[in-house]
């Protein structure tokens, strides 16, 4: 059992580039792996040969030679390693294998009550994810050891709220009671012998949404607005997470509210408590609204309705004065805000007007503000690439 630190690899040609070019076909032998790095035959050789040592790349296609030697062809195996990964919600949980390259292989949804605790909810997750890749019944073998489930390479899980990093212990979560300094890591260690890698829900979004969408681009921040609310960031290719991995938490950042609603953290004014899909209930139902949950909201908002449409404005500018500083400070290339509020008009148009009004122009001139594609499986997908950014860091 592993606690990773950030992927050491972002240069051009590490091994985790080299595996990403087979991955995606860019790339289908040595050579084309020498040509697209710039790196010589023999270091990529090298490289190779210790990839395919790990079982991360396989030679293919080794046809019939005639006369001169036929190139070896490299591929990512398919012979059914995966990798395990849990992206828990307030609500839902989305678990799903995927294969080395970061590819779904299979997905569910589960339904989950987070106030169940710890135990419970990890314990039944992660025995439905062992199940998916050893395609057996839940808790059927939860060692990697046993059966099939000898594919699974690790498994990454993302965790609605803060995680220390080097530990991979919850710290002080809103709305996650009995989950507070919960050591995720070493819950997991007991149950599977592959590699766990814990982050927050962020992170693996930001992860997700960058390995997939703008891999090309160095410096990004994404948002993530659904229940809560939080931001990853991506710097120089790598999740950036600072000293204790909160790098990115913007939840609890002061914004200008008149009157400042009070915070679950003590203080008041705090981004979540007033631009958190949670704060909109609360904001609502104190307004004589009557709605359930952060759907009803939006479900007001889409028709029209006044007080929703008007709570949203006040979101998004809250979103987008918070992000102006990050902006100015960070001065990234890509701001996308992804989760269940970015589907919410009003709110996105507010905080791109905000943002554009308090950011250096220097800072906005070709900065790309965006929506991160909806996809229920960004979270696993990042929570994916944590692992395989893991296993091909673990061993250069
Ligand atoms: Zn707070």
Redesign the pocket.
Known sequence: MTIDDAPREALRGGPRELLRWVATGAAVSRADLSRLSGLSPSTVSQRVEALINQGLLEEAGAGQSRGGRRPRQLAVPTGGAVVGAIDLGAHHARIGTLDLSGRVVQGRTLPVRIEDGPETVLGTLLAEVTALASGGAPGASLASGGGAAGALRGVGIGIPGPVQHSTGRIVSP?RMPGWNGFDVAAFCADRVDVPVIVDNDANLMALGAHRTAHAELDHAVYIKAGTGIGSGVISSGRLHRGAQGSAGDI??CRVVADPAPL?????AG????VASGAALVTALREQGVPVDDLTGVLRLIDDGDRHATALARQAGRAIGEILAVVVNFFNPQVVAIGGRLADCEPLLASMRATLYERCLPLATQTLLIERVATSQDIGITGAAHLVIDHVVSAHP
Request: with cysteine; aromatic share 0%.
């Open positions: 809103s939840s609890h915070c679950s953290c003590g203080n705090c981004l979540e408590a």
